[in-house]
Structure formats: C-alpha cells, structure tokens
C-alpha cells in the first residue's frame, strides 16, 4: 500500500514523519524517508510534512496538503507516541 510513497527534493530530513506515523513505518535511510510497508494508509505523513515534500505517485505534486486546523503538531505528536 505505501509503495508510491517518496520523499522529492524539498525533504530537509527533520523527522516529522517519521514522528507523527502512527504504524511505525517510516525510517530514514540516507537523510530521506522510507516506507516499510506497514502503512495503515492515514496519510499524516502527507499532511504534516513541512515541506510539503511526501507525495504519493505523481498526483499529490500539485495537491494542497490540509490538516484539522485545531489539531497542532503536538497533539499529532503525542497520539502517535501514544499508540
Ligand atoms: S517531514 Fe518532510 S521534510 Fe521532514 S523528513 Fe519527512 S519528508 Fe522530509
Ligand atoms: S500514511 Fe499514515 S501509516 Fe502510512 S506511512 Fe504515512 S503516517 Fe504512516
């Protein structure tokens, strides 16, 4: 399911994926994300990348990114942690 996922060129290796995936399958190989195939598909890596620079395929190129607006990186953070 997460095959198309990729890291573009925006990446600055901050982790923020890697922290608010809830599955564990981000890790950072070479300063840029990779999927481990466990993916549960919840796109927050999309959403709350800074950069904007998660896209799945080629179609997320020219797609806003949204996320909740009273949902803030920490509360992100924190559920992750949590589960
Ligand atoms: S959140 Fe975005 S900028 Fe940060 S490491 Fe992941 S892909 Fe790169
Ligand atoms: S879509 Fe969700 S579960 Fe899949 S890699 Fe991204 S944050 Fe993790």
Not at 20 to 34: D, L, R, T, W
Not at 51 to 79: C, F, V, W
Request: aromatic share 8%.
């Amino acid at each position: 399911m997460d095959k198309k996922f990729w890291g573009d060129d925006k990446c600055n290796g901050c982790e923020i994926c890697l922290k608010v995936c809830p599955a564990g399958n981000i890790e950072m190989k070479n300063e840029k994300p990779s999927w481990l195939h466990r993916c549960e598909q919840c796109l927050a890596c999309i959403q709350w990348c800074p950069q904007e620079a998660i896209q799945y395929g080629k179609k997320t190129i020219k797609y806003q990114r949204y996320h909740h607006p009273e949902i803030s990186l920490k509360n992100m953070l924190e559920q992750a942690n949590a589960s």
